[in-house]
Structures are given as structure tokens and as C-alpha cells.
């Protein structure tokens, strides 16, 4: 599979929010499907052609390989579950969002996200993802 090469400019203008996300997982596969159908206003860019040359401070291909990145329409840059929070605040389901960004849930959040992350090539048939379909 050949992909194409482009500048984040070219997705990320700060006209509007940027998911970047690693195509090569089944589970970020499967969540960027979700997010459009919960109408999230997000432009969803695979982290594999993107060439990180003007990104915003923070923002490398060693990061996207580790947790999905939300960039929004003021350049502010979120990882993780604080990235998720913000893909559902701009979304149908914007409380959620709301809700899983607030003090108290974001801290578990994240621990939840960095175990599902580090464990993500176990899990996708118990997410209802099939990781050989998705990887090709």
C-alpha cells in the first residue's frame, strides 16, 4: 500500500480541528469510524502520511505511533484521552466530551488509555475489530 506524503499545513490550517491517528491500528481504525458517525468536526489525517516538517511543537511521528493526537482550530495540541475528550466535545455527543475532559475523569482516563494503547495489538477482536483485515 502506497501512501501519500503531505504537510500537516495541508490538513490543519486553523480553520478547523485535526485528529492525526495510526492507520495501522485496528482500535484507531475502528474509533475514527465512530467519530464520524457521531458527526465529530474533525479532520482525521493517518499519522503515516503525514510529514511532520512544520508541525506544532509537540507534535512527531514518535508521539503518533504512541497515542492519537487532536490539534484544535487555536493550535492547541492534546494526546490520549484528553485528545479523545476533545474529538467527542466537537461532536453530537459534545457532553460526553465535556464529562470525560472534567478533573476528576481525565486522570483515569488517561491510565485507561495508556493501558488499552500499550495492549492494542491483543485487543481488537475483543473490541470487535479484526487487526488482520485492518492491517492489510
Known amino acids: 500500500l502506497e501512501r501519500r506524503i503531505r504537510h500537516l499545513t495541508s490538513y490543519w490550517n486553523g480553520n478547523f480541528a485535526v485528529c492525526i491517528f495510526d492507520a495501522d491500528c485496528g482500535i484507531c ?35 503518533c505511533r504512541q497515542e492519537v ?31 470525560l475532559d472534567s478533573a476528576p475523569v481525565l486522570p483515569i482516563a488517561q491510565v485507561v488509555y495508556r493501558w488499552v494503547a500499550r495492549n492494542r495489538s491483543r485487543l481488537p477482536q475483543a473490541c470487535g475489530v479484526d487487526e488482520a483485515k485492518s492491517n492489510g
Open 69 to 99: 493526537v487532536f490539534i484544535n482550530s487555536t493550535g492547541d495540541v492534546f494526546g490520549g484521552a484528553a485528545a479523545v475528550a476533545q474529538i467527542l466535545r466537537v461532536s453530537k455527543v459534545a457532553p460526553l466530551g465535556s464529562l
Open 29 to 63: 481504525q475502528s474509533s475514527v469510524r465512530l467519530s464520524r458517525r457521531l458527526r465529530a468536526r474533525v479532520s482525521f489525517v493517518p499519522s503515516q502520511e503525514l510529514d511532520f516538517t512544520h508541525a506544532p511543537v509537540g507534535v512527531t511521528p514518535e508521539r
